[in-house]
């Protein structure tokens, strides 16, 4: 094809017809970069639609994981419910004298209150894979771009309060640790991780439950649980609920 070009010039030129020359090579030229024009909206709409296949790809995969998050979630939300029940109905027996109790049901609502400890642990593969692998920009929504880059450091506070409710936690535990036998009490509930066999030293007597310290530390893991409850994890649910709302809107 160029050489079939440059036999027109040539004979345009042979023939002096310079006039007629200038005309074909003007438009020899704007024929070369129409065609450059045309290779590059091929191109743009070739790379296009490779970063839409791509988006789409990520956001199914995205999907996924956030689902599966909110299960999560809300399992760890129902289980840190279940340790403020426990505790609550616990700190009814607390104070200067013990009343009455059944050692049974002390038992199994200290399990309640101290055998599962609230963590979420969230699915972040996709999540990572996209801003370590810099595809976060193939995304086209701002706002979902915003939610997954500031992903982490929301996990990082849920963490904090997380391990703050847990150290409330242990110092509550230490009481009946020190004060109760752990090996009857693992007896009276049938725990499935051990047959304990029954203990040869006393009942437990609960007495840690007269004592102050241990009220107060109850109390303290009580608020705590609650307030991992409403400022964290509420909060955690509802920017997961937002984020699968903006990717389904997304997903052809």
Do not use: C
């Amino acid at each position: 094809m160029l050489k079939f070009f440059r036999k027109i010039r040539q004979n345009l030129l042979s023939e002096g017809k310079t006039g007629k020359y200038l005309k074909y090579a003007i438009g020899e030229i704007i024929l070369v970069v129409i065609g450059i024009l045309i290779a590059l909206q091929i191109n743009n709409w070739n790379e296009n639609r490779k970063n839409n296949l791509l988006e789409q790809q990520l956001l199914k995969a995205l999907l996924i994981e956030f689902e599966t998050n909110l299960v999560n979630l809300d399992q760890v939300i129902k289980f840190n419910d279940s340790n403020i029940k426990s505790s609550v109905s616990l700190g009814r027996y607390t104070g200067p004298s013990l009343p009455d109790f059944n050692e049974k049901e002390l038992s199994e609502l200290m399990v309640g209150i101290f055998k599962i400890e609230p963590r979420f642990t969230p699915s972040q593969g996709t999540v990572m894979e996209i801003i370590n692998s810099g595809k976060l920009s193939v995304l086209s929504d701002a706002k979902l771009r915003k939610a997954l880059s500031d992903w982490q450091s929301t996990l990082e506070s849920v963490k904090r309060q997380e391990d703050y409710v847990v150290e409330r936690r242990d110092l509550g535990h230490e009481f009946f640790l020190k004060e109760g036998n752990f090996r009857r009490h693992l007896n009276i509930i049938n725990d499935p991780l051990l047959d304990a066999k029954p203990s040869r030293f006393k009942d437990n007597d609960f007495k840690f439950l007269e004592n102050e310290e241990f009220e107060s530390q109850l109390y303290l893991f009580i608020v705590a649980s609650e307030h991992l409850k409403r400022s964290f994890y509420l909060p955690l649910r509802s920017k997961i609920a937002d984020i699968i709302k903006s990717i389904e809107s997304q997903i052809d």
